[in-house]
Each structure stands twice: as C-alpha cells, then as structure tokens.
C-alpha cells in the first residue's frame, strides 16, 4: 500500500440497514495526510428521496428531522462532491462493509465516478487484531471502543462527529504495539 496517500475517515448516516432499499441522508469525512495531519473536514446532508420505506428507528438514532434537512443536497451533487474531496485516498471507516455497500450503491445509482484508492482500511478489524488476542475489548462498537480509550464522542451517529471519532480511534489503534 501507498504510504503516501491521504485517508479519508468516512462516515454515513442511513435511512435503514439494506442498501439496496435504504438511502444515505448524511455524510461526513476527515481527510488526513500520510503522517495523520488534518488536511480537510466535511459534512454534507443528502435529501432522501424515499421516506416510506425508512426504518423509524434509524431516523431516530440518526435524529433526522426534516427542519434540519431543507438545505440538504441531492444525492448526485452529493457524490459529486465526495468524489471530488476524496480523489485518491484511502478510505478509513469504523465497520467498512456498511458504509461502502451504501456508496458503491450510491455511486453506481448516480454515475459519479469513485475515484478513491482500491485499499480500504476497516477500524473493527484493527480493533479485533490489536484487542482481540488478549480479550481487551468485549465489543467492537465505536462508542465502545472511543470509552475504552477516552475519544470524545459527543453527537454519535452524525457523520461528521463518527469519522471524527473514527479518525482518532484509528490514531490509538496505529500506536498500539
């Protein structure tokens, strides 16, 4: 792997679990450089486009309210726009597999090109090859882990606070021996 590439701390907020019925409504994003410097934050709220099937319970843990979304952006321009911010970077995301499902459905929905870097680095797989030999952690969730090592958590579950969250579990996980 590149050790020169920036990585992009990734976030998403979901209108349920299923990407192939559910939609991204939030995303956020840390991008650092190789040495782990903040290069460039963002967060953008996405306009749903199918409320009906949204699961009650992710609107609730993600405290969507339409008040604080008539700004939002349509989902091609918000693709546009991460495609753009995360042009060659690695992607860093606490439990990957739920958070690319969505942008790779994203991005093949919209036609927006993916332009990150093929490697993806997930933080509950490093979790579970730092911690998981010696039982350290008893769960892998990131309000778990960011307890564990004293992360500040405030507002879990906007996007913007959990890549940040994310970036500095990653940050303890690295220096872990």
């Not at 009906?52 to 008040?67: G, Q």
Request: hydrophobic fraction near 45%; glycine fraction near 4%.
């Amino acid at each position: 792997m590149n050790q020169k590439k920036n990585l992009a701390f990734i976030d998403i907020e979901t209108t349920g679990l299923n990407s192939e019925i559910h939609e991204i409504i939030e995303i956020g994003g840390v991008i650092v450089s190789p040495d782990l410097k903040i290069v460039e934050e963002f967060e953008m709220k996405v306009k749903p486009e199918n409320l009906a099937v949204a699961e009650p319970e992710a609107l609730r843990i993600n405290r969507f309210d339409p008040a604080n979304w008539l700004f939002a952006v349509s989902l091609p321009e918000a693709m546009k726009t991460f495609s753009e911010k995360t042009k060659d970077t690695i992607m860093v995301a606490q439990n990957i597999t739920f958070d690319y499902s969505f942008l790779q459905k994203a991005f093949f929905n919209t036609g927006v090109p993916n332009l990150m870097h093929y490697h993806k680095l997930d933080t509950i797989s490093m979790a579970f090859a730092k911690l998981g030999k010696n039982g350290d952690a008893q769960k892998y969730s990131l309000g778990f882990l960011c307890n564990m090592f004293g992360i500040d958590y405030k507002y879990a579950h906007t996007a913007l606070a959990d890549a940040r969250a994310t970036y500095e579990l990653f940050k303890k996980l690295v220096a872990l021996p």
